[in-house]
């Protein structure tokens, strides 16, 4: 699949992979399809019958995956497509975010498949938003983990960015995390971070503690970069005097919104939220056709 050159620039503005793009709109329509054809378009759509197609949320929130609708609408055929508001925009209720036109059969082929990417990925970024809006005015910010949708991490990790967060590692090659099952088998938090540190020594290197005991061990190591994994409050404001500006501590586990800035509140420099992907609600959009 080719796209249009103006898409080919506002996927690769988006920080996203034209071919990643494609191989994934491809796939969810390969998949309602199921290698036959829309029995119930066919059957009750003339072949030729153009239409409008409007895609509107009914409830406000953060738009993402724009790109990603475009993408599809250009598979199925349609050319003729128009962005209203951009990814990042966060937008009232009943607002018109894409309008398109082109044959009636095309626009319901990609309908589905771009309400399911447009809806939970601008819910991922909805409440992202929500987060960070939480912590406003602290120098904390809001990462994401890898407890993505298999397939889709690539997309929901842009969707954590269009809502203001920020991205943990993409893939277990892009940095080391030495968590508690790495401890168990190295033998203990140090042994295991001197591990990482003589095979790996370029790469970024975060060390899991349970206990501030363990803290200081790795601070004493060497480690710059560490998670307090299920701290209350207290312990991570102990933690954050603990470190003194020696590392960089990324509380976990245990968070909820109405904790958030309490947390941000000790000193901490990120919250780890695996709810921004896994547990993130859909943001309620639909399309509304006219015929013309």
């Known amino acids: 699949m080719t796209f249009s050159k103006g898409l080919i620039e506002l996927i690769h503005s988006a920080g996203l992979n034209p071919e990643n793009i494609a191989r994934i709109a491809q796939a969810a329509i390969d998949e309602d399809l199921n290698g036959a054809t829309d029995v119930t378009s066919v059957a009750t759509i003339p072949e030729d019958q153009l239409g409008v197609a409007q895609f509107s949320n009914r409830k406000s ?13 250009e598979i199925c055929g349609i050319k003729d497509y128009k962005i209203e508001h951009a990814d990042g925009e966060f937008v009232s209720a009943n607002s018109l975010i894409i309008s398109a036109r082109g044959k009636v059969r095309a626009i319901l082929l990609a309908e589905r498949s771009a309400l399911n990417f447009l809806g939970h990925l601008s819910g991922i970024a909805t409440l992202t938003k929500s987060w960070v809006d939480a912590v406003a005015e602290t120098k904390v910010a809001i990462r994401d983990t890898r407890k993505t949708t298999p397939g889709m991490r690539e997309l929901e990790k842009y969707a954590v960015r269009t809502g203001g967060g920020i991205n943990h590692r993409l893939s277990l090659s892009d940095g080391a995390l030495i968590k508690d099952n790495h ?49 209350s409050i207290e312990e991570c404001r102990a933690a954050v005097e603990i470190v003194s500006g020696r590392a960089k501590l990324e509380a976990s586990g245990g968070l909820i919104l109405s904790n958030a800035r309490a947390y941000a ?28």
């Open 61 to 73: 929130g953060v738009i993402a995956g724009v790109p990603v609708v475009a993408a599809l609408l």
């Open 183 to 231: 401890v168990l088998a190295a033998g203990g938090v140090v042994a295991a971070f001197n591990l990482v540190k003589a095979k790996f020594p370029d790469l970024p290197l975060e060390v899991e503690v349970d206990s501030l005991q363990q803290l200081r061990e790795v601070i004493v190591a060497g480690a710059e970069f560490v998670l307090l994994d299920n701290m």
């Open 265 to 292: 509140m000790t000193g901490v420099d990120y919250l780890a939220i695996g709810a921004l992907t896994h547990s993130a609600p859909v943001l309620d959009i639909g399309l509304d056709l006219r015929m013309e």
